[in-house]
């Protein structure tokens, strides 16, 4: 059976951030590949290093030293306007704080995923209607963002991402929020995501998640293990 193929690789990644008492180093030469369709849980401790791990694995972010491949592209000798076009094409983000816009309803939030995109409005509204449908949302289409429960906010940000699948779904703390059911809900979700052939990093403290995990890395002191 042929091997899956390499949709990510980090080799010596280092990134720092400027601190009065000097460079304070976050991820310390980390190496990590991902192969596509992983479901790659990331756990650890808070300050060591994961959620920098998931940004830089996102392309959210720059490496400080060393360099990173997605779907081996070099993505050091890409300029910040090809980096945005290979996000907007290739990946989606999934935030703790889910980062919707509290005053236009649902279907805006999801349409809000075309922004950048060649969809003309009509297109847009079908795809987000499906994507809702999916997530068990229709019927709160119309719904201001800020009338949601938690659990449906994190919803509508998973429908978002989805709305124009991605190869690579990054996810961080996606039920740090939540109560056990809405965390069984998107957890649910997410392996069915994963199922559909897209490939996850899910950033948590959770480790009662790691039964939806093909693999498992720990993030301590900036550095990663198996």
Not at 55 to 77: K, N
Request: hydrophobic share 40%; charged share 25%.
């Amino acid at each position: 059976m042929t091997p899956p193929a390499e949709i990510l690789r980090l080799r010596d990644v280092t990134r720092g951030f400027a601190e009065a008492s000097g460079l304070h180093l976050a991820l310390r030469r980390v190496n990590l590949t991902v192969a596509e369709g992983e479901f790659l849980v990331i756990t650890g401790p808070s300050g060591s290093g994961k959620t920098t791990l998931l940004h830089l694995a996102a392309l959210l972010d720059r490496p400080t030293s060393g360099r990173i491949w997605f779907d081996g592209r070099d993505t050091s000798v890409l300029g910040d306007d090809e980096l945005s076009v290979l996000r907007k094409h290739e990946l989606a983000m999934i935030f703790q704080n889910y980062v919707l816009l509290p005053y236009r309803s649902v279907l805006e939030n999801v349409i809000f995923r075309f922004r950048y995109l060649e969809h003309d409005r009509t297109e847009a509204v079908a795809l987000a209607r499906q994507a809702l449908s999916r997530l068990g949302l229709m019927g709160l289409e119309g719904r201001p963002a800020r009338r949601l429960s938690a659990g449906e906010m994190q919803r509508v940000a998973i429908a978002r991402a989805i709305v124009r699948p991605p190869r690579l779904l990054a996810a961080d703390e996606p039920t740090g929020n939540l109560d056990r059911a809405s965390t069984n809900v998107i957890m649910e979700h997410l392996a069915g995501l994963h199922r559909s052939g897209i490939t996850i990093l899910l950033v948590t403290h959770n480790e009662d998640l790691l039964s939806y995990a093909t693999r498992h890395v720990v993030c301590r002191d900036g550095t990663v293990e198996e």
